[in-house]
DNA sequence: TCTGGGGTCCTAGGACCC
DNA sequence: TCTGGGGTCCTAGGACCC
């Protein structure tokens, strides 16, 4: 058996949790830059709030009803993610930390507990502990597990947790479960079923599988095989190394000089080689994009990319600030107002598994003792405290936000203020 | 005026090997 | 007149997830 764990409305869980008075009030979180909405309180999807909703698009309904507007806050999240996780860990070392707001549990060895009541504790002591409501289902397998947990948000919401441990329950749950809303099925998946009168997830559990197979591969295979209690998917603990990193970023303005786009992209390269050293990885390959905004029409528009390999893969800021500037030598293009910028790195391996150039003079033991330092002093003293002049001080391409709340379990400076 | 930022896995087809 | 039977690796693109 699987549990998986998700918590409510998690990004505005989390702004909830330092102001109590929004208990009960309607709460939206939006992206970076204050683009669209990425998370909404039951209150704020009860008044017909869309997942993805750009905010100017909404900006009269969010007025009307008060509704409390936060920009995104990804420092707050993750900690409080973070400290879920660790209730989570206290219950079982069985545990798959699958995204931010969620955590699959190996359950199967409690075979001779009362999974409802286990289930029930753990809510509990999350919720006493971190103070994030969460919401358990568990069942044969994952994709069963998700839709426990699916069925528990609507149909259990005060226990908030469903345990699928018959087959009438699995039928029950199934059936009303629309197919668009089973894991791994998206939108193309949903209107080739709907095609074929395939509305809910039962239907999908009972078809054919070799016919599934054909136009869904393996993939829609197992998703099947998933659904009928088989599980396809086991546990898994330990998280693999990335296989490519990416960090870009939309500008709070439209740019067009070459100066702030180095920056960004220097800022950007910066933060790929510090996700690469954090999972103890090097990359073989580096790539540069800059674009307009392709949503303004009356924009001359363009899309420059270009990917760079790198002779011996490094996980050395500077060397790929040098090579992504020299990438963006070539992409740029005066005279076009860019919207968004990135570096993606790719080819990644382990830095044990570095193959070296027999022709190179650079003495990596020397810069790796750098780098480690600037890391420990960054990780202490707060992010960029000591970085490459190339990543820029102006940050004019810096992303608008403009309703950030304080990061208060992460900033000593910004801690909760209980009175003045 | 204003529209996010990350990731994964699988498949088909081409080029090549013996 | 007749033209095998296995493989691998790579890439682009499509589907999905949070």
Same mark, same amino acid.
Request: hydrophobic share 40%.
């Given at each position: ?11 505005? /869980?989390?702004?909830?949790? *330092? ?12 992206? &970076? ?27 009269? !309904? ?9 920009? /995104? ?17 206290? *219950? ?46 568990? @069942? ?11 069925? @528990? ?11 699928? $441990? ?26 080739? %079923? ?33 659904? =009928? ?24 303005? %439209? ?28 990359? @073989? ?13 009356? $924009? ?35 005279? *076009?107002?860019? #919207? ?11 830095? /044990? =598994? ?6 190179? /003079? ?8 750098? !780098?480690?330092?600037? $890391? ?27 309703? #950030? ?7 000593? &400076?910004?801690? !909760?203020?209980?009175?003045?």
């Amino acid at each position: 058996m699987f549990a998986i764990v998700d918590c409510n409305n998690f990004y505005a /869980s989390c702004e909830r949790l *330092f102001q109590p008075k929004l208990e009960h009030q309607p709460i939206v979180v939006l992206s &970076n830059n204050d683009g669209c909405v990425i998370a909404r309180s039951n209150e704020a999807k009860a008044l017909g709030i869309k997942m993805g909703a750009p905010a100017f698009e909404i900006q009269t !309904l969010l007025e009307q009803h008060q509704v409390a507007v936060f920009s /995104s806050n990804y420092a707050l999240y993750g900690d409080i993610s973070h400290r879920v996780m660790q209730v989570l860990g206290r *219950f079982t070392p069985a545990i798959e930390i699958y995204s931010i707001d969620e955590a699959f549990l190996d359950v199967a060895q409690l075979a001779f507990t009362d999974l409802e009541t286990y289930a029930s504790t753990m809510r509990t002591t999350v919720l006493q502990q971190v103070g994030i409501p969460t919401t358990i289902g568990i @069942a044969a397998s994952k994709t069963l597990a998700k839709a426990a947990n699916r069925y @528990a948000k609507k149909a259990c919401k005060t226990t908030g947790v469903f345990v699928m $441990d018959t087959e009438a329950k699995r039928q029950e749950v199934l059936e009303a479960l629309p197919v668009e809303d089973v894991w791994g099925i998206g939108r193309k998946y949903q209107v080739w %079923l709907d095609a074929h009168n395939i509305k809910t997830a039962w239907q999908l559990s009972n078809t054919n599988l070799a016919w599934i197979q054909k136009k869904m591969g393996v993939v829609g295979l197992r998703l099947v095989k998933e659904l =009928q209690g088989i599980a396809c998917y086991d546990l898994e603990e330990q998280p693999a190394a990335k296989q490519g990193i990416m960090t870009s970023r939309s500008f709070g303005n %439209l740019i067009s000089e070459k100066k702030l786009l180095q920056e960004a992209i220097a800022t950007h390269a910066t933060r790929c080689a510090e996700k690469l050293r954090k999972q103890h990885s090097c990359c @073989a390959l580096l790539q540069v994009f800059i674009h307009t905004n392709a949503y303004r029409k009356q $924009d001359a528009q363009y899309h420059g990319v270009l990917s760079i390999p790198i002779p011996t893969a490094t996980d050395s800021t500077s060397e790929l600030i040098q090579l992504a500037m020299s990438a963006l030598d070539h992409i740029y293009k005066p005279g *076009f107002l860019y #919207k968004k910028a990135g570096v993606y790195v790719s080819e990644i391996v382990p830095r /044990s =598994q570095v193959q070296l150039s027999l022709f190179s /003079s650079k003495d990596r033991g020397k810069e790796q003792q750098l !780098l480690e330092a600037m $890391d420990k002093i960054n990780t202490l003293m707060g992010r960029d405290k000591v970085r490459y002049a190339a990543a820029g001080i102006s940050r004019k391409w810096k992303l608008r936000q403009e309703k #950030k709340s304080p990061c208060y379990t992460t900033n000593v &400076n910004e801690l !909760l203020r209980i009175k003045n």
